[in-house]
């Protein structure tokens, strides 16, 4: 009798499983992966969507557009040109910046003297000089709508002396040599345009 009981009991467990807890657990875990993978490949195209649309508003405009009808970055051009060809050290020479709307339809920009930077470099550009943000990085806004076409024009004056971020270290008067200057807002960026600084 007892051993038609231990006779059942295997065949009931065997049929189970129960004598492999482990490969019962091992079931459940691929069976939870498949389930995990149907249910994570959707999930894998929205965030590629999400990444692909991240970078394309990176890419577009930096920074993005802050509403719908504002020029974006590549709807725009600008080009900076010095006053003088050139300029005695302890003068000051004189930029002029124009921005043109080169989209097909008006748009709206914030141009005010915090966003625009213009900054003088040594003729090669390996060193930076001066930016007109680093001792005032902020500015009035200057919101301006341009027509297809339409330019808008700026002026800045520059002592002549260097300057670094937040205006730190002593500002020195730049010596003679070769530089040239660099207009930009947002990520759209002018053309270089030399200028000499002479004894």
């Known amino acids: 009798m007892v051993a038609l009981a231990v006779v059942i009991w295997l065949v009931v467990t065997v049929t189970r499983g129960g004598g492999s807890p482990g490969a019962t657990g091992a079931a459940a875990s691929s069976t939870a992966s498949s389930e995990a993978a149907a249910s994570s490949a959707p999930s894998a195209t929205t965030a590629t969507s999400t990444t692909a649309a991240t970078t ?7 920074p993005a557009p802050a509403a719908a009808g504002q020029c974006a970055d590549q709807s725009l051009a600008i080009k900076v040109s010095v006053a003088q060809p050139t300029y005695r050290v302890g003068e000051e020479p004189v930029f002029g910046i124009v921005i043109t709307n080169i989209s097909g339809e008006p748009c709206t920009r914030d141009m005010g003297s915090g966003l625009q930077r213009v ?11 001066w930016a ?3 001792c005032y990085p902020d500015g009035e806004p200057d919101l301006r709508t ?3 076409g339409e330019q808008a024009a700026f002026t800045v004056t520059w002592t002549g002396t260097t300057s670094q971020p937040e205006c730190a270290g002593e500002r020195v008067q730049v010596p003679s040599g070769a530089y ?3 207009a930009q807002l947002g990520a759209v960026r002018s053309a270089p345009e030399p200028f000499n600084i002479a004894e």
């Open 56 to 62: 394309s508003a990176t890419e577009s405009s930096e």
């Open 119 to 129: 900054s003088v470099r040594t003729l090669d550009g390996g060193r930076q000089l």
């Open 132 to 134: 007109s943000t680093d």
């Open 146 to 148: 341009l027509d297809r």
């Open 180 to 182: 040239h200057v660099v």
